[in-house]
C-alpha cells in the first residue's frame, strides 16, 4: 500500500494531468479548454502557497553558518542579523502599507533591484576575464568562436558603427546567418532532448519523478 | 533638491554597488554584508508578491464561491510535509501535479515550435530565394544537429559534419557571449549614472 | 618568459579596474556619436506604423526592474510611438516588477492622457500575472479567465474598450516584450503558430542571437538591447535614455578588446618562441 | 475535434511514444548498442577526489531560476535532479561535503532535498547528509549570485558542478568559481547561456549533451531509451531539412507536409 501511494500514485497523477494539458493542445473540445486554464491557474497557487518553505531553508543554513562561525567574531553575528532585519523592515513595509507604496519602493529601489543591476554590471566583468582566458585564437574552433563575439561585438558599440560603417552589415549577418544555422540546429536538438525526456515522462517512466528520500 | 529619504535611499543604493562590486578585487565583510542585505530584501519581495498571487488567483475566488481552489492551497500546503521525514513522500503530489502541466505544456508546445517549424522555416527560406544565404544556414542545420549525435562515433561523414557544425555553433556562442557583453555593459553604465546622480544630489544639484 | 607572454597572464582585476575607469569617463565628458540602424528594429516600428489608426495592441509586458538600464530606452520609445499614432493598448504584465514599472513610465514618463487617451476607452493595464507559456496560450484564447479585474480592481466588463473583446480575435499586434531568451518561443507556439497573430518583440541584447531565427518569419520585428532602443528613440524622433549610454558602451569596451590582443599576442609569441627552439 | 494543423504533431509524438517503449524492452534486454563518450561525466568524480584531497566542499547549482516544474524547461529541472542524486550518491561514497544551491522556485525544493538525500541513503550515510547546506536565497540572479559566491569565497570550491536551467546568473557563479581555484563541469540546455560554459568550465557538456547525460549517469535503463528515441528524432531533422532543401532548389515545397 505504501509502496503505491508513494511511487505509483504521484506517477498517475503525472500522467494524467500531463495529458490532459496535452487534449486541452491538441483538441477542439471545449471541457479540455477549460480543464486546461484551471489547471494552469493551479499551478500559480501552488507555487505561491509554498513561497515560505524558502525562508525556512535559508533561516537554517544561516543559523547553522553562524553556530559554526560564531567563534571567530561578532562579524558573523552581524552577518547573522542582517538578513532578518532587511526583512523585517521591507516585509513589514509591504504589509503596513503595499507593495506599491513609496515606502515599500524605497526598499525595492534602493537595495532589491539596484542589487539586482549591479550584479549585472559584475558580469561584464566576469565575462570579460572569461574572454581574455579563452578567445585565443589556438584552434579553428576557437576561432570561429572569436570571430562571432569580436565581429557582433563591433556592430553593438557605436564607435564602431562609425568608424567600420561595414561592420554593422557583417554583425547582423553573422547574427542573422552563421549564427542561426547553429543556433537552431542546437535548438532543434535540445527540443528533441526535452520532448524525449517529456513522453518519457508521461509514460511514467522517468526516473528522478518515481525515485527519492 | 533631493529629499532626505531619497538622499538615504541613493547612499545605501552606493554602497550597496560597491560592496558588490568589491567582490571583484577579493571577499571583504562588506561584500558580506550587502549579500545578507539582498539575501533578507529578495525573501521578503518574493514572500509578499506570493502572497499577493494566492489572494488574488485563490482566495478570492474561493471566497466567491469557486470552490475547487481548495485544492490547489491544499496541494501547497503540502508542500510543506518535506520538513518531517515520516510525512515528506506527501509533498510528491503537488510535484507530480505541477511537473504533469508542465510537461503537457512543453510536449505540446514543442513539436511544432521548436522541431518542425524550424525546419520547415530553414526549407522556405530557400525556397523563396534567400539565396547563399540560406544554404548557409541549412548547412548549419544540418551539421550542428549531427554533432549532437550520440549514437554514432564521429569518425567518416558523421565526423566531417559534425567537425563543421561545431564551427557554426560556435560562431552562435560568441554572438551570444557579444550579446550578453554589450547587454552588461549598459548595466554597468546604468549603475555609474546612478552614483553620479547621487553625487550630484548629494551636492545639492 | 618574455614580455610578450606575459601579456597573456596580467591579473584580471587590471582589466576590471580600467573597464571601470573608461566607463565612467564619457558620463562626465560626452563625445556624441552617430547610430546606425539595423533591419529588425526598422521593422519592428514599420508595422507599428503600419497598422491602421485604432487598432488594438497587446503589450504582454515583462520587463525587470535590475534590468532597466538595458530596456528603459526601449520601452519609452515603443509607448511614445504607440501613442502618437492612436492605437489602443492592452498592457498585461507577467512579472511581478511589471506594474511597478508600468506606473512610473505611464504615470510619469509618457502619460497617455497627454496624447489624448482616456484609460478603460484607449488603454488598460491588466496588472499582474505570473503567465508561463500556460498562461499565455490561456490569455491567448480567454482573457477574463486570467483577469477577471483590471489593475485598478474594474471588472473588465465595464471597460468600454473591453466590449465583445476576450481573446485573440480582438489583438491585432501583440507587443511581446521579454528577458528570459527562449521566452520567444511562448509567443511563437502560443500566438504566432495557432492564430497568425503579427507579433513584435522587445529583448535584452544578448537574446537578440536567439530571437533571430524567428525573425521575419514569425517575428515581424524586434528590438534587442538599449542600442536597439537608441535606435528607436532616432527612427521615431524620441529622444530618450538610450542616447546617453552609447558613450560610455563605446569607450568602456576597449579594455576587452586590448586584452583580447594581449591574450592573441601572448599566445602566438609563446608559439613563435616554441617554434625556434626546435 | 482534433486541432486543425496538430495532426503531424499527435503522429510525431505517437512515434515517439511507441520507440521508447521499444528502446525500453531493448534497454531491459540490454541490447543498446553503446553511446559515445562524454568526457565531462568522469570529470564529475575526479572532481569530488579533488574536493576531498584538498579538503573544500563540492557544490551543486542548479541555476537562480533551475526549479521550474510547470514550464516548458521541466525537462531540464527532471535533467538537473538526476546529476544531483548522481553527485550526492558520489560524494557520500567518498565522503565529501555537499553544497547544493537551490534555485528560487519553492515548489521545487521539496524534490531537490528529496535527490540530495536520496544519494546519502544509498550509501548507507543518511546521518551525514546536512540539511544546512542546502542553500536558499529567494528570488532573482541578485540574491542567488551573491550568495553562491559568497559560499564559494567563505567555504571554498573543489567541484563545482552546474546543471541546470541557466540565466544570466551562470557568468558570476561559474567564472567565481573558476578564480577561487574550483574545477568547473556543467551545462545547460538553454543555448543562449551555453557560451558560459564552454568559456568558464573545464568541461562542458554542450546543449543537449545534458540530457544524454543525464540518462548515462542514472544508469537506469528508461533513461538510456530516450536517447535512441531522440537520436532518431535527429536523423529525421537531418533528412528532413535535407530533402526539403533540395526539392526546395528545384521549386517543390514539402513545408505544409511540416504542417507550416
Known amino acids: 500500500m505504501s509502496t503505491i501511494l508513494r511511487r505509483e500514485v504521484p506517477k498517475i497523477i503525472v500522467m494524467v494531468f500531463g495529458i490532459l494539458m496535452i487534449l486541452g493542445s491538441y483538441t477542439t473540445i471545449p471541457i479540455f479548454d477549460t ?109 570561429a568562436l572569436l570571430a562571432g563575439g ?64 | 533638491m533631493a529629499g532626505i529619504m531619497e538622499l538615504l535611499g541613493m547612499a545605501l543604493g552606493t554602497f550597496l554597488i560597491f560592496s558588490t562590486l568589491s567582490m571583484l578585487y577579493k571577499d571583504n565583510p562588506f561584500f558580506r554584508v550587502g549579500q545578507m542585505a539582498v539575501l533578507g530584501s529578495s525573501i521578503a519581495h518574493f514572500i509578499l508578491l506570493n502572497m499577493q498571487t494566492v489572494y488574488n488567483n485563490a482566495w478570492t475566488p474561493l471566497i466567491g464561491g469557486d470552490i475547487l481552489m481548495v485544492i490547489p492551497l491544499v496541494l501547497g500546503l503540502l508542500m510543506y510535509s ?21 510537461t503537457g505544456v512543453m510536449v505540446a508546445g514543442t513539436v511544432s515550435g521548436q522541431v518542425l517549424d524550424q525546419i520547415a522555416v530553414t526549407i522556405t527560406d530557400v525556397l523563396n530565394g534567400g539565396g547563399i544565404n540560406s544554404m548557409i544556414i541549412a548547412v548549419g542545420v544540418v551539421t550542428s544537429i549531427t554533432f549532437f549525435v550520440f549514437t554514432k562515433e564521429h569518425t ?17 556562442l560568441g554572438a551570444n557571449w557579444s550579446g550578453e557583453l554589450v547587454w552588461y555593459l549598459t548595466q554597468l553604465v546604468g549603475r555609474l549614472m546612478y552614483v553620479k546622480n547621487f553625487l550630484t544630489a548629494l551636492m545639492g544639484g | 618568459m618574455s614580455f610578450l607572454s606575459k601579456l597573456g597572464n596580467i591579473d584580471y582585476r587590471w582589466l576590471y579596474i580600467t573597464s571601470l575607469i573608461l566607463t565612467a569617463i564619457p558620463l562626465f565628458v560626452p563625445i556624441g556619436l552617430t547610430v546606425t540602424l539595423s533591419e529588425p528594429v526598422k ?45 489602443k493598448v492592452l498592457f498585461y504584465s507577467t512579472t511581478e516588477d511589471g506594474p511597478m514599472i508600468l506606473t512610473n513610465h505611464l504615470g510619469d514618463k509618457v502619460k497617455p492622457e497627454d496624447y489624448g487617451y482616456t484609460y478603460g476607452v484607449d488603454y488598460v493595464e491588466l496588472g499582474f ?107 521615431s524622433g524620441n529622444p530618450g535614455p538610450g542616447a546617453a ?14 586584452f583580447i590582443a594581449f591574450g592573441n599576442i601572448a599566445y602566438f609569441a609563446k608559439m613563435y618562441s616554441k617554434e625556434e627552439e626546435r | 475535434m482534433i486541432e486543425p494543423g496538430s495532426w503531424l504533431d499527435l503522429i510525431f509524438l505517437a512515434l515517439m511514444t511507441v520507440l521508447t517503449n521499444y528502446y525500453l524492452k531493448k534497454a531491459t534486454d540490454g541490447t543498446l548498442p553503446n553511446l559515445r563518450t562524454i568526457p565531462a561525466i568522469a570529470a564529475i568524480e575526479e572532481g569530488v577526489g579533488k574536493s576531498i584531497e584538498e ?19 521541466v525537462s531540464m529541472t527532471l535533467t538537473s535532479f538526476a546529476f544531483l542524486k548522481y553527485l550526492s550518491t558520489i560524494c557520500a561514497r567518498l565522503g565529501a561535503r555537499l553544497i547544493v544551491h537551490m534555485p528560487y522556485q519553492t515548489e521545487s525544493l521539496p524534490m531537490i532535498e528529496a535527490m540530495a538525500r536520496d544519494g546519502y541513503i544509498a550509501e548507507g550515510k543518511e546521518d551525514e547528509f546536512r540539511v544546512e547546506d542546502l542553500r536558499y536565497y529567494g528570488r532573482g540572479a541578485l540574491a542567488w549570485t551573491q550568495g553562491v559566491t559568497a559560499s564559494y569565497a567563505q567555504e571554498g570550491v573543489g567541484l563545482n558542478l552546474s546543471i541546470g536551467i541557466f540565466y544570466s546568473d551562470c557568468p558570476i557563479s561559474l567564472e567565481m568559481a573558476k578564480i577561487m581555484g574550483g574545477l568547473n563541469v556543467g551545462g545547460t540546455g538553454r543555448w543562449i547561456m551555453v557560451y558560459a560554459f564552454a568559456m568558464m568550465c573545464d568541461y562542458v557538456f554542450l546543449g543537449e549533451e545534458i540530457y544524454a547525460a543525464a540518462a548515462i549517469v542514472s544508469q537506469n535503463p528508461t533513461m538510456l531509451s530516450g536517447i535512441f528515441v531522440e537520436e532518431l528524432g535527429k536523423f529525421f531533422s537531418i533528412g528532413m531539412t535535407l530533402i526539403g532543401v533540395i526539392l526546395a532548389l528545384v521549386g517543390l515545397n514539402i513545408a505544409p507536409l511540416l504542417g507550416v
Not at chain 1, 158 to 181: C, D, K, S
Not at chain 3, 55 to 67: E, Y
Request: overall charge negative.
Open chain 1, 35 to 143: 480543464i486546461k486554464a484551471e489547471l494552469t491557474s493551479w499551478t500559480m497557487t501552488i507555487s505561491a502557497v509554498s513561497v515560505w518553505l524558502g525562508a525556512v531553508y535559508a533561516t537554517y543554513a544561516n543559523y547553522q553558518l553562524y553556530q559554526r562561525n560564531k567563534k571567530d567574531g561578532t562579524v558573523h553575528l552581524i552577518y547573522f542579523v542582517v538578513p532578518f532585519i532587511v526583512f523585517g523592515l521591507q516585509f513589514g513595509a509591504g504589509i503596513l502599507y503595499g507593495v506599491e507604496s513609496a515606502q515599500y519602493l524605497w526598499y525595492f529601489t534602493n537595495i532589491y533591484s539596484n542589487i539586482g543591476a549591479t550584479v549585472y554590471a559584475v558580469m561584464f566583468f566576469t565575462l570579460a576575464s572569461s574572454a581574455y582566458r579563452t578567445f585565443i585564437a589556438s584552434s579553428w574552433d576557437a576561432t
Open chain 3, 43 to 87: 521593422d519592428y516600428y514599420a508595422v507599428i506604423q503600419d497598422l491602421p489608426e485604432g487598432s488594438v495592441i497587446a503589450v504582454s509586458f515583462g520587463g525587470s526592474a535590475a534590468l532597466l538600464d538595458e530596456q528603459e530606452a526601449q520601452f519609452l520609445a515603443t509607448w511614445k510611438t504607440i501613442f502618437s499614432l492612436g492605437h
Open chain 3, 245 to 258: 549610454m552609447s558613450d560610455s558602451k563605446s569607450i568602456g569596451i576597449l579594455p576587452q578588446l586590448i
Open chain 2, 156 to 172: 567518416g561523414v558523421v565526423g566531417s559534419s559534425a567537425k563543421i557544425g561545431r564551427k557554426f555553433l560556435m560562431i552562435s
Open chain 3, 129 to 235: 500575472s505570473p503567465l508561463g507559456e500556460p498562461g499565455q496560450a490561456s490569455f491567448a484564447t480567454d482573457i477574463r479567465g486570467v483577469y477577471q479585474v483590471d489593475r485598478r480592481g474594474t471588472p473588465l466588463d465595464d471597460l468600454p474598450m473591453m466590449d465583445n473583446f476576450n481573446n485573440w480575435e480582438g489583438i491585432d499586434l501583440l507587443i511581446y516584450q521579454y528577458t528570459s531568451c527562449t521566452d520567444i518561443e511562448f509567443a511563437v507556439r502560443q500566438w504566432t503558430v495557432p492564430y497568425q497573430t503579427e507579433v513584435i518583440a522587445t529583448t535584452l541584447g544578448c537574446c537578440g542571437p536567439m530571437a533571430a531565427p524567428y525573425y521575419p518569419s514569425q517575428i515581424a520585428g524586434f528590438l534587442s538591447g538599449s542600442g536597439a532602443g537608441t535606435e528607436l528613440e532616432v527612427l
Open chain 2, 82 to 102: 518535506r520538513l518531517k521525514k515520516s510525512t515528506a513522500w506527501l509533498a510528491r503530489y503537488p510535484s507530480s501535479v505541477l511537473i504533469g502541466i508542465g
Open chain 1, 150 to 213: 569580436l565581429i557582433y561585438t563591433l556592430r553593438q558599440i557605436p564607435l564602431f558603427q562609425a568608424w567600420l560603417p561595414g561592420i554593422v552589415g557583417f554583425g547582423e549577418w553573422v547574427m542573422l546567418v552563421p549564427n542561426v544555422g547553429g543556433g537552431r540546429g542546437a535548438v532543434i536538438a535540445a527540443a528533441l532532448g526535452a520532448l524525449a525526456l517529456g513522453v518519457r515522462t508521461l509514460m511514467g517512466q522517468e526516473a528522478t519523478v518515481t525515485e527519492g528520500a
Open chain 4, 55 to 73: 579538503d573544500k566542499p563540492v557544490h551543486y547549482a542548479m541555476g537562480a531560476s533551475g526549479g521550474q516544474l510547470y514550464s516548458t524547461l
